[in-house]
């Protein structure tokens, strides 16, 4: 049920995580039970971060929980391209020569 939401828009997808439709645990695990599944065949991915997505669906799914207001895309699962530094997140910007760069601070895009 959940991994036919994955197709629809993100506004929509953030409208049913601030009703209750769905939480974003729900909707981050079928995007995470997607990218399983389709990966190895397009491999689009260089760094995934399961547990990372899990936890932060986790933080939204426990704000909405306690009534407060959620930003625009709460719970919206995203993938980040690999060119953008992400905190404490293996970022390589495709190049051998960043294959263990680490940075500790997000970029301002993030």
């Given at each position: ?102 940075p500790e601070d997000d970029d301002i895009t993030v």
């Open positions: 049920m959940f991994d036919s939401l994955l197709d629809e828009d993100a506004t929509t997808m953030a409208a049913l995580i601030r009703s209750g439709d769905v939480s974003a645990c729900e909707l981050t695990g079928a995007a995470l039970a997607r990218m399983e599944q389709r990966e190895p065949a397009i491999q689009a991915f260089c760094t995934p971060t399961p547990e990372l997505a899990l936890a932060q669906a986790r933080t939204v799914d426990a704000r909405r929980a306690r009534g407060e207001t959620l930003g625009a895309l709460a719970g919206v699962p995203l993938a980040v391209k690999d060119l953008i530094c992400t905190a404490n997140v293996r970022t390589t910007s495709g190049s051998a020569a960043y294959k263990d760069f680490v």
